[in-house]
């Protein structure tokens, strides 16, 4: 069983940036695909981004798209999300996830492991 744990949350002004770390162990991730999502408060949890085993396909929600990078370091067995032109919307716990679909997924269901999240908060 993988363990992952996020870091890099805080409160940043909008139009400000971010960059959350998401740090594997107990068992490698080069071969899964890994993703990242979010709950807002009183809102549904929703798919942000998905990076395949490799690092050469990535896939984002619309919402997201052109702010947002996910990468990987597989040496390292970290996963990273970028964002920029944070706007009040965003704010959320971020979840890291791993995914047995070694190309990634965007659907939840597709995950067997968590992260317990890290909250970002962003000011108007």
């Known amino acids: 069983q993988v363990q992952l744990i996020e870091s890099g949350g805080g409160l940043v002004q909008a139009g400000g940036s971010l960059r959350l770390s998401c740090a594997a162990s107990g068992r490698t991730v080069d071969n899964y695909g890994m993703g990242w999502f979010r709950r807002a408060p009183r809102k549904d949890r929703e798919f942000v981004a998905t990076?395949?085993?490799?690092?050469?396909?990535?896939r984002y929600s619309d919402s997201v798209k052109g702010r947002f990078t996910i990468s990987r370091d597989n040496a390292q067995n970290m996963v990273y999300l970028r964002m920029s032109s944070l706007q009040p919307d965003d704010a959320a716990v971020y979840y890291c996830?791993?995914?047995?679909?070694?190309?990634?997924?965007?659907?939840?269901?597709?995950?067997?492991?968590w992260g317990q999240g890290t909250q970002v908060t962003v000011s108007s």
């Open positions: 990076i395949s085993r490799s690092g050469g396909s990535t």
């Open positions: 996830a791993q995914t047995w679909n070694p190309d990634g997924s965007e659907r939840s269901r597709d995950y067997n492991s």
